[in-house]
């Protein structure tokens, strides 16, 4: 499915001047759905109105825009934009997001606005857009003369990754490369589009979003410029630039058009060649059902279904990278299952760790967030209650001595300055808004205290008024009132208008009772008023300071993640060879595959326990190159082979 384009028609009668502002950014945005924040809504006109309110079932209005007709207008409350955002991403939509960029009752004439970002199906950062359990692909693929080059970014996580195909079914390797990582979303260019009708097969197998980018956004000067500017001059080694900078430049481009902020959490490119992992064809993943099923494409009967026991959503990614990835280095291959072996063996500790892992949120998602400008303080905290499990994880892996264990626990930085910085801050228990104040913890900043002592004593000033009032005036039933509109104010009902005195200053006149102020109240309001609005725009300046701090620290804190998502991964594994009984593989380079009781690891699960038979193999590369399966339909046949082949991954 392509993203879809929108085009809004052209005007060239004179408009009001919103509408114009409206105009002049949608030009910019032609292809995106323009959400245009308008007070407490996020409004859509014209055709982007229609579209969407047929796709997200809202009333379609109309608005005076200086035209003869009514301007076609649908919107929705900025506080629950997230879901509707996702639901047009879900469809093809592409969604820019259009913000005031100044108070509206500060501004002199027209509320300067701008797009602070737009989201399409591979950029989603939001937590609660994305399967937890899975990355979200964002792919850009270079063709040259059937010739490819292939990046990936996980933009939520920050991973990037290139390779380059340029020998064999270079197409049919393509394909491959693409159902490994499932994208969300592929970028390419025009040569990509006329290489055997490509868009058409991925669109037909995958149902990827394509989205078809200018020549020059994959220009070899100007990609080579964008990834040296962002990872370094020696970011990709020269023998493996051909093809992989232009996939990885346009790829960066593309990021810097939609998430219009820092890209600081993306840190590393990784250049891989496709032979380092076993190469699995499309065919062969569909078949075996590594992380889906063939029959609905569901989670539930695939291989990674019985493997995954993770605690977090960053170890399930890393989970099942493994699955998709399947190592084929015979040191690599044994590394890790002496650390799953250990883990196995050690009951107590494999315990102890999944309880501390439980407790940790999804740090990779986390720091992301937080670098991109999108953190708020519950993220912070989030982050905070997840770095203070780290400690007790380091203590419980010195009594482990395998080395991928060893390693990762060296390589886990415990992070007590992150730690304490927020601990100090942030209140334990903070709104999701960073607006409206409410956020500090007394103690961390003198301002802040000092502003908050002069708001509560001039509100009890207040309050104390009330009775000195009732005393003074003697009108029993006075009473100090406030609203947004009219700020504070003195009540009188009817009956006691003789009481009044004459420094009370009529404020408004209601049915049955008068209000009043003084000039002493007058006074009092603006301390109280100008005390809270200081401390609520002071509390959201320090909170976008401690959030920059916090960011500043990005690689130490992804080091961190990724070494937690291999130990959750590790443990997963360990949890389920203890649990399923299963026993370490031989690994040997002599061309052998000797299996005794063989199971087969999802239909064993899906049987009533002990009804699977289990089944010996026996191939090699000289008398028993070639088994020959015969029986009846349903006998098990495919079912055998599958096995040998999920035993063997």
């Known amino acids: ?32 759905i323009l959400m245009f924040r308008l007070g407490d809504f996020y409004e ?3 055709d982007d109105a229609v579209v969407a309110s047929r796709e997200l079932e809202i009333a379609l209005t109309g608005r005076d825009c200086g035209l003869e007709e009514r301007a076609p207008m649908c919107g929705v409350p900025y506080h629950s934009v997230d879901g509707y955002i996702a639901r047009l991403i879900q469809k093809g939509y592409k969604v820019a997001i259009c913000e005031q960029m100044e108070d509206p009752s500060l501004a002199k004439g027209l509320v300067k606005r701008e797009v602070v970002r737009v989201v399409t ?29 292939f990046a990936a970014v996980d933009v939520s996580t920050g991973w990037f990754a290139t390779t380059r195909i340029t020998w064999g079914n270079t197409m049919g390797k393509l394909l491959d490369e693409i159902a490994k990582y499932s994208p969300a979303e592929i970028i390419a260019n025009h040569g990509f589009f006329d290489t055997n009708d490509a868009a058409r097969q991925i669109m037909n197998r995958f149902g990827t979003f394509i989205t078809q980018l200018e020549d020059g956004v994959f220009e070899d000067g100007y990609c080579t410029e964008l990834v040296r500017r962002h990872f370094g001059p020696e970011a990709l080694p020269e023998d493996e630039e051909e093809l992989c900078v232009n996939a990885s430049g346009a790829l960066l481009h593309y990021l810097e058009q939609t998430q219009k902020s820092s890209l600081d959490h993306i840190q590393q490119i990784t250049p891989y060649k496709i032979e380092e992992y076993m190469i699995l064809d499309m065919t062969a993943r569909r078949n075996l059902e590594l992380t889906e099923t063939m029959r609905d494409r569901s989670r539930k009967g695939s291989l990674l279904w019985v493997l995954d026991r993770t605690m977090t959503s960053m170890g399930a990614r890393t989970l099942r990278s493994w699955v998709e990835q399947p190592l084929i280095n015979t040191g690599d291959i044994n590394e890790r299952l002496d650390a799953v072996e250990e883990l196995r063996d050690k009951f107590m500790v494999r315990m102890e760790l999944r309880e501390l892992f439980r407790r940790i949120y999804d740090i990779e998602r986390l720091i992301s967030r937080i670098v991109l400008g999108n953190a708020n303080c519950r993220d912070l905290i989030a982050l905070k209650n997840s770095i203070g499990q780290i400690p007790y994880i380091k203590k419980i892996l010195e009594n482990c001595g395998s ?3 060893s390693k990762n626990n060296a390589l886990m930085d415990e992070l007590s300055d992150v730690f304490e910085l927020i601990e100090r801050a942030i209140i334990d228990d903070p709104p999701i808004s960073v607006k409206e104040g409410g956020i500090i913890k007394p103690g961390f900043n003198e301002e802040v205290d000092r502003l908050k002592d002069a708001a509560t004593n001039g509100k009890e000033w207040i309050l104390s008024l009330e009775a000195r009032e009732r005393e003074k005036t003697g009108i029993k039933n006075l009473r100090i009132g406030y609203t947004k509109v009219f700020g504070y104010y003195i009540e009188v009902t009817k009956s006691y208008f003789h009481l009044v005195p004459q420094e009370y200053i009529r404020k408004q006149t209601l049915a049955n009772c008068e209000r009043y102020v003084t000039q002493e109240l007058k006074e009092m309001e603006e301390t109280v008023l100008g005390a809270e609005s200081r401390v609520v725009e002071l509390e959201y300046q320090l909170f976008v300071e401690i959030r920059r701090k916090v960011a500043s620290q990005t690689a130490r804190i992804k080091q961190t993640a990724r070494c937690i998502a291999e130990l959750d991964a590790i443990c997963s594994l360990a949890e389920v060879a203890d649990r399923e009984n299963y026993c370490r593989p031989v690994i040997s380079d002599d061309g052998v595959i000797k299996i005794e009781n063989g199971r087969h690891p999802v239909v064993e699960k899906t049987l009533e326990t002990g009804s699977f038979v289990p089944n010996d193999t026996m191939l090699d590369m000289d008398e028993n190159r070639l088994a020959i399966i015969t029986g009846p339909n349903m006998a098990g046949k495919s079912t055998y082979m599958r096995q040998v082949a999920l035993i063997v991954l």
């Open 1 to 32: 499915m392509n993203i879809r384009n929108l085009q809004v028609r052209s005007i060239l009668l004179p408009v009001t001047p919103m509408m114009q502002q409206y105009l002049d950014i949608k030009e910019q945005y032609k292809d995106c």
């Open 44 to 46: 859509m006109f014209f």
């Open 121 to 149: 199906p591979g950029t989603v950062t939001d937590m609660a857009m994305l399967d937890d359990k899975k990355n979200n692909y964002l792919v850009a693929i270079y063709a040259k003369k059937h010739m490819y080059g």
């Open 403 to 405: 080395a991928l264990i």
